[in-house]
């Protein structure tokens, strides 16, 4: 399969667990992961309309957001007449997936407009002192480790609903949903249990009012187990092999 292929593939399986699980598909983004994507590939599915896109490094969100901009800009006005003209530069839509240091924070705020891997209170309150600074609230996600694995980052599962809360009194980060990883597998269905266990911290969360009407996604499921992550519920879905190969 090509690239074009494997993404037509990829929105039609979300079509089909959507239906299944009774669900619209448009409550469900899709998020390019493109780590291991080529800038021809990246630039391929921007012009098929993909405006959702992930980094999981800040080095690599910098280089490829710098590389769309001025291609996208030397791109306007070129393709007036094209039945889907590309979007003006600065204007996709970029996710930071991976885990975040302090240090970094005030570059992924530059560039991004989510940030997935909100995991402590001193990385949340990194957030708030910039977005403070720049007058501009920042929406992020609290990443939960649900697997329990030392070798994973987030937040512990007994952990998220105190932390939520106390994100949730920052004036300028506005949590907007959870995120997870389910261990790798070969077999979907057993990352079934892991994406249930958010759904449920998520509940939780919601039915304490905490986030408010802000909050209302479940960033969950990758190449391997993203059908089964609609299925629980998901909002956002990052993907990164099954479009890239
Ligand atoms: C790489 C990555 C993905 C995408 O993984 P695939 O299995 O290639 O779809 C999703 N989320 C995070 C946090 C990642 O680092």
Redesign the pocket.
């Known amino acids: 399969m090509n690239l074009q292929d494997r993404y037509k593939k990829v929105k039609e399986q979300i079509a089909i667990a959507a239906a299944k699980s009774r669900r619209d598909p448009a409550t469900i983004t899709l998020i390019a ?1 493109t ?2 994507g080529t800038p021809e590939q990246i630039r391929q599915l921007v012009e098929w309309g993909q405006s959702d896109l ?1 980094e ?1 490094r800040v080095q690599q969100l910098q280089q490829r957001a710098a590389q769309l901009d001025e291609w996208l800009a030397r791109q306007q006005g070129k393709n007036d007449k094209s039945p889907s003209p590309l979007p003006p530069p600065g204007s996709l839509r970029w996710h930071m ?2 885990h975040l240091q302090r240090n970094k924070v005030r570059s992924v705020m530059q560039l991004c407009q989510l940030i ?1 891997s909100v995991d402590s209170l001193r990385l949340a309150e990194e957030i708030q002192g910039e977005a403070e600074r720049t007058k501009r609230p920042m929406a992020c996600l609290l990443e939960v480790n649900v697997a329990e694995e030392s070798s994973k980052f987030g937040v512990a599962v007994g952990a998220a609903l105190h932390l939520a809360e106390q994100i949730d009194s920052m004036d300028e980060v506005q949590l907007v949903g959870l995120m997870c ?1 389910a261990p790798y597998s070969a077999d979907p269905e057993r990352a079934r249990p892991y994406f249930v266990r958010l759904r449920e911290i998520f509940e939780e969360i919601r039915f304490r009012k905490i986030g408010g009407e802000k909050f209302k996604h479940l960033s969950m499921g ?3 187990d993203y059908k089964v992550a609609i299925e629980e519920g998901a909002t956002m879905i ?5 479009i890239f190969g």
């Open positions: 992961v780590k291991n992930a999981s997936v991976g997935h990883m990758m190449s391997g990052r993907i990164g092999t099954a």
